[in-house]
Protein backbone atom coordinates (compact mmCIF):
# COMPACT_ATOMS: atom_id res chain seq x y z
CA UNK A 1 0.00 0.00 0.00
CA UNK A 2 1.75 2.63 -1.10
CA UNK A 3 2.12 5.33 1.67
CA UNK A 4 2.22 9.00 -0.74
CA UNK A 5 0.70 8.73 -3.42
CA UNK A 6 0.20 11.69 -6.21
CA UNK A 7 -2.09 11.75 -9.23
CA UNK A 8 -1.12 12.03 -11.83
CA UNK A 9 2.51 10.60 -12.72
CA UNK A 10 2.59 12.74 -16.07
CA UNK A 11 0.82 15.40 -16.64
CA UNK A 12 1.40 17.25 -20.40
CA UNK A 13 -0.41 20.86 -20.89
CA UNK A 14 -0.23 24.15 -23.14
CA UNK A 15 0.71 27.21 -21.74
CA UNK A 16 -2.22 29.06 -20.25
CA UNK A 17 -4.49 25.92 -18.57
CA UNK A 18 -4.97 25.50 -15.25
CA UNK A 19 -4.13 22.21 -14.26
CA UNK A 20 -3.93 20.18 -10.62
CA UNK A 21 -1.70 17.80 -8.97
CA UNK A 22 -3.70 15.44 -5.96
CA UNK A 23 -1.72 13.88 -3.02
CA UNK A 24 -2.91 11.54 -0.60
CA UNK A 25 -0.65 10.35 2.54
CA UNK A 26 -2.23 7.16 4.62
CA UNK A 27 0.61 7.35 7.24
CA UNK A 28 -1.53 9.46 9.84
CA UNK A 29 1.12 12.22 9.44
CA UNK A 30 0.09 15.96 10.62
CA UNK A 31 2.86 17.79 7.90
CA UNK A 32 2.58 17.63 4.23
CA UNK A 33 4.47 19.35 1.54
CA UNK A 34 4.90 20.56 -1.72
CA UNK A 35 8.37 20.43 -3.35
CA UNK A 36 10.00 21.57 -6.58
CA UNK A 37 12.88 19.36 -8.87
CA UNK A 38 13.83 21.45 -11.58
CA UNK A 39 15.68 19.79 -14.77
CA UNK A 40 19.25 19.95 -13.08
CA UNK A 41 18.25 18.11 -9.91
CA UNK A 42 17.40 20.86 -7.46
CA UNK A 43 14.70 19.98 -4.82
CA UNK A 44 13.24 23.41 -3.89
CA UNK A 45 10.24 23.16 -0.92
CA UNK A 46 7.02 25.44 -2.09
CA UNK A 47 4.26 24.69 0.54
CA UNK A 48 4.35 23.18 3.90
CA UNK A 49 0.72 22.16 6.10
CA UNK A 50 0.51 21.49 9.10
CA UNK A 51 -3.09 20.23 9.83
CA UNK A 52 -4.50 21.57 6.90
CA UNK A 53 -3.06 24.89 8.54
CA UNK A 54 -0.23 26.85 5.96
CA UNK A 55 3.00 26.88 7.47
CA UNK A 56 5.39 27.60 4.83
CA UNK A 57 5.07 29.08 1.32
CA UNK A 58 8.52 30.03 0.12
CA UNK A 59 8.29 32.82 -2.43
CA UNK A 60 5.67 31.16 -4.78
CA UNK A 61 4.04 32.74 -7.55
CA UNK A 62 0.36 32.93 -6.81
CA UNK A 63 -0.77 31.12 -9.98
CA UNK A 64 0.45 27.96 -7.51
CA UNK A 65 -2.83 27.22 -4.84
CA UNK A 66 -2.38 24.07 -2.34
CA UNK A 67 -5.53 23.46 -0.76
CA UNK A 68 -5.99 20.94 2.24
CA UNK A 69 -9.25 20.02 2.38
CA UNK A 70 -8.26 17.50 5.65
CA UNK A 71 -4.43 16.25 6.77
CA UNK A 72 -4.14 13.32 4.86
CA UNK A 73 -4.61 15.24 1.33
CA UNK A 74 -3.01 18.37 -0.14
CA UNK A 75 -3.89 19.52 -3.17
CA UNK A 76 -1.75 21.66 -6.02
CA UNK A 77 -3.59 23.97 -7.86
CA UNK A 78 -1.52 25.56 -10.61
CA UNK A 79 -3.25 28.42 -12.67
CA UNK A 80 -2.11 29.61 -16.00
CA UNK A 81 0.43 27.12 -16.61
CA UNK A 82 4.44 28.77 -17.73
CA UNK A 83 6.79 26.85 -19.85
CA UNK A 84 8.50 27.40 -16.86
CA UNK A 85 6.63 25.26 -14.47
CA UNK A 86 7.92 22.16 -16.33
CA UNK A 87 9.44 20.10 -13.55
CA UNK A 88 8.92 17.33 -11.35
CA UNK A 89 6.47 18.09 -8.67
CA UNK A 90 6.79 15.64 -5.03
CA UNK A 91 4.73 15.66 -2.07
CA UNK A 92 5.64 14.43 1.26
CA UNK A 93 4.65 13.68 4.39
CA UNK A 94 6.20 14.04 7.93
CA UNK A 95 4.88 13.56 11.50
CA UNK A 96 5.69 16.28 13.68
CA UNK A 97 6.82 16.00 16.74
CA UNK A 98 5.62 18.56 18.82
CA UNK A 99 8.82 19.85 20.82
CA UNK A 100 10.72 23.11 19.70
CA UNK A 101 13.64 22.70 17.88
CA UNK A 102 13.89 18.97 17.42
CA UNK A 103 15.55 16.95 15.17
CA UNK A 104 13.96 16.57 11.43
CA UNK A 105 11.47 13.21 11.50
CA UNK A 106 11.65 11.31 8.52
CA UNK A 107 10.12 12.36 5.21
CA UNK A 108 8.31 10.33 2.94
CA UNK A 109 8.26 11.26 -0.32
CA UNK A 110 5.50 10.23 -3.60
CA UNK A 111 6.77 8.96 -6.55
CA UNK A 112 6.64 12.65 -8.34
CA UNK A 113 4.54 14.45 -10.99
CA UNK A 114 6.36 15.32 -13.95
CA UNK A 115 4.66 17.99 -15.80
CA UNK A 116 5.44 19.27 -19.03
CA UNK A 117 4.28 22.72 -20.51
CA UNK A 118 4.42 22.97 -24.01
CA UNK B 1 19.91 27.05 7.77
CA UNK B 2 23.17 25.55 7.37
CA UNK B 3 24.66 25.36 3.74
CA UNK B 4 25.99 21.75 2.89
CA UNK B 5 28.97 21.21 0.05
CA UNK B 6 29.34 17.62 -0.94
CA UNK B 7 30.55 16.23 -4.50
CA UNK B 8 28.55 16.67 -7.21
CA UNK B 9 29.68 12.98 -8.60
CA UNK B 10 31.38 10.06 -7.79
CA UNK B 11 32.18 6.68 -9.62
CA UNK B 12 32.61 3.14 -7.60
CA UNK B 13 32.35 -0.44 -8.57
CA UNK B 14 30.53 -3.21 -7.33
CA UNK B 15 31.50 -4.70 -3.90
CA UNK B 16 33.47 -1.23 -3.06
CA UNK B 17 32.73 0.77 0.11
CA UNK B 18 31.92 4.33 -0.77
CA UNK B 19 32.38 7.07 1.46
CA UNK B 20 30.64 10.67 0.61
CA UNK B 21 31.71 13.46 2.81
CA UNK B 22 29.63 16.92 3.31
CA UNK B 23 30.73 19.87 4.59
CA UNK B 24 28.95 21.86 6.71
CA UNK B 25 30.91 24.40 8.18
CA UNK B 26 28.03 26.99 10.28
CA UNK B 27 26.76 23.59 11.50
CA UNK B 28 24.14 25.36 14.54
CA UNK B 29 24.31 23.66 18.09
CA UNK B 30 20.57 22.30 17.43
CA UNK B 31 20.69 21.14 13.87
CA UNK B 32 20.99 17.55 12.79
CA UNK B 33 22.41 15.77 9.44
CA UNK B 34 20.41 14.06 7.66
CA UNK B 35 21.00 11.61 4.20
CA UNK B 36 18.21 11.46 1.77
CA UNK B 37 18.59 9.07 -1.50
CA UNK B 38 17.11 9.94 -4.61
CA UNK B 39 16.66 6.37 -7.50
CA UNK B 40 16.03 8.06 -10.97
CA UNK B 41 12.38 8.76 -11.52
CA UNK B 42 11.31 9.04 -8.00
CA UNK B 43 11.52 10.77 -4.50
CA UNK B 44 13.99 11.39 -1.99
CA UNK B 45 13.83 8.37 0.28
CA UNK B 46 15.44 8.78 4.32
CA UNK B 47 18.47 6.62 4.72
CA UNK B 48 19.78 8.05 8.13
CA UNK B 49 20.44 11.07 10.66
CA UNK B 50 22.65 11.43 13.53
CA UNK B 51 23.93 14.41 15.65
CA UNK B 52 26.97 13.34 17.16
CA UNK B 53 29.83 10.39 16.76
CA UNK B 54 28.64 7.50 14.70
CA UNK B 55 24.69 6.21 13.50
CA UNK B 56 24.48 3.02 11.70
CA UNK B 57 21.70 1.34 10.58
CA UNK B 58 20.69 -1.65 7.87
CA UNK B 59 21.60 0.71 5.20
CA UNK B 60 24.58 2.81 5.97
CA UNK B 61 26.36 4.28 8.41
CA UNK B 62 27.12 7.79 9.29
CA UNK B 63 30.49 9.22 10.47
CA UNK B 64 30.16 12.85 12.36
CA UNK B 65 33.26 14.15 13.85
CA UNK B 66 33.72 16.30 17.29
CA UNK B 67 33.38 19.55 15.49
CA UNK B 68 30.26 18.20 13.27
CA UNK B 69 31.80 20.47 10.52
CA UNK B 70 31.29 17.37 8.16
CA UNK B 71 29.98 14.58 7.86
CA UNK B 72 30.46 11.16 5.97
CA UNK B 73 27.72 8.67 4.41
CA UNK B 74 29.39 5.08 4.07
CA UNK B 75 27.61 2.87 1.99
CA UNK B 76 29.35 -0.79 2.99
CA UNK B 77 29.78 -2.99 -0.40
CA UNK B 78 27.78 -0.73 -2.98
CA UNK B 79 25.76 -2.76 -6.11
CA UNK B 80 24.88 -1.34 -9.17
CA UNK B 81 21.06 -0.75 -7.68
CA UNK B 82 23.06 2.09 -5.10
CA UNK B 83 23.68 3.93 -8.50
CA UNK B 84 21.11 7.31 -6.77
CA UNK B 85 21.66 10.81 -5.68
CA UNK B 86 22.50 11.26 -2.21
CA UNK B 87 21.93 14.45 -0.49
CA UNK B 88 22.82 15.63 2.62
CA UNK B 89 20.84 18.28 4.67
CA UNK B 90 21.45 19.69 8.24
CA UNK B 91 19.26 21.81 9.96
CA UNK B 92 16.40 21.53 13.06
CA UNK B 93 12.69 22.70 13.43
CA UNK B 94 12.83 26.15 15.03
CA UNK B 95 9.57 26.28 16.70
CA UNK B 96 6.76 24.32 17.69
CA UNK B 97 4.16 22.98 14.78
CA UNK B 98 6.52 24.70 12.18
CA UNK B 99 7.15 21.29 9.90
CA UNK B 100 10.23 20.35 9.02
CA UNK B 101 11.67 22.77 6.37
CA UNK B 102 14.28 20.49 4.26
CA UNK B 103 16.53 22.30 2.05
CA UNK B 104 18.04 20.25 -0.59
CA UNK B 105 21.17 20.60 -2.01
CA UNK B 106 22.85 19.59 -5.05
CA UNK B 107 23.21 16.45 -3.76
CA UNK B 108 26.08 13.73 -4.81
CA UNK B 109 25.53 11.63 -8.12
CA UNK B 110 26.72 8.02 -7.53
CA UNK B 111 27.50 5.88 -10.34
CA UNK B 112 28.28 2.18 -9.65
CA UNK B 113 29.65 -0.24 -12.24
CA UNK B 114 29.85 -3.44 -12.38
Known amino acids: DTAVSQTPKYLVTQMGNDKSIKCEQNLGHDTMYWYKQDSKKFLKIMFS???????INETVPNRFSPKSPDKAHLNLHINSLELGDSAVYFC?????????????????FGQGTRLTVV | LAKTTQPISMDSYEGQEVNITCSHNNIATNDYITWYQQFPSQGPRFIIQ???TKVTNEVASLFIPADRKSSTLSLPRVSLSDTAVYYC???????????????FGQGTELSVKP
Open chain 1, 49 to 55: YNNKELI
Open chain 2, 89 to 103: LVGARMSYNQGGKLI
Open chain 2, 50 to 52: GYK
Open chain 1, 92 to 108: ASSQDLGRPASRFTEAF
